[in-house]
């Protein structure tokens, strides 16, 4: 079985600043982890994705994730928050059938 | 190119009527695909997902079903209404268990 647990329903940042949003998973199997943005009343867009290889990912719009084994992590990262990364984020892994599951997703407010 | 249509966008409906969601894709063969429900605070929920024509699998027991008469096209479908039914539906595919989800732009259902 799959599961992925994120960290913190609500992230509160300043413009310019750090963007930490965590996720760990469990899974039984290698597991395919991907991140997801939401913006209202909208479907989700990939922002990246890990299946094998290089464990750093590179994103769009300058997001990064890293996978740790030893931890069971897939935190995202982006150096410096803009107003437009504002949005909705889910951690999900597949790899172990057909599924996609996903977390309950962290909500991301940028003050200016 | 790869799009998936999803209608109506906003649907208000009573208790204990019938629904029923349709989902088409295009610009791919043979996809996998999905139905998910987005509540209020928790994150998206797999529904159903269909690996092939007539092929349904269903992941939590409810008053929904799904159904597939066409490779392109998921139908999500209910006979009577519940309260809880509510939510942000939302159809996806993939075309491997690596690869990411294509949403659509969801269905935002309102029992009332």
């Known amino acids: 079985a799959q599961s992925v647990t994120q960290l913190g329903s609500h992230v509160s940042v300043s413009e310019g600043a750090l963007v930490l949003l965590r996720c760990n998973y469990s899974?039984?199997?290698?597991?395919?982890l991907f991140w997801y943005v939401q913006y209202p009343n909208q479907g989700l867009q990939l922002l990246l994705k890990?299946?094998?290889?290089?464990?750093l990912v590179k994103g769009i719009n300058g997001f990064e994730a890293e996978f740790k084994k030893s931890e069971t992590s897939f935190h995202l990262t982006k150096p410096s928050a803009h107003m437009s990364d504002a949005a909705e984020y889910f951690c999900?892994?597949?790899?172990?059938?057909?599924?996609?599951?996903f977390g309950a997703g962290t909500r991301l407010f940028v003050k200016a | 190119s790869q799009t998936i249509h999803q209608w109506p966008a906003t649907l208000v409906q009573p208790v204990g009527s019938p629904l029923s969601l349709e989902c088409t894709v295009e610009?791919?063969?043979?996809?996998?695909l999905y139905w998910y429900r987005q509540a209020a605070g928790r994150g998206l929920q797999l529904l159903f997902y269909s690996v092939g024509i007539g092929q349904i699998s269903s992941e939590v027991p409810q008053n929904l079903s799904a159904s597939r008469p066409q490779d392109r096209q998921f139908i999500l479908s209910s006979k009577k209404l519940l309260l809880s039914d509510s939510g942000f539906y939302l159809c996806a595919r993939n075309t491997g268990r690596d690869e990411k989800l294509f949403f659509g732009s969801g269905t935002q259902l309102s029992v009332l």
């Open positions: 610009g791919t063969s043979n996809p996998n």
């Open positions: 890990y299946t094998t290889g290089a464990t």
């Open positions: 999900a892994v597949g790899g172990g059938g057909f599924k996609t599951i």
């Open positions: 899974s039984s199997v290698p597991p395919y």
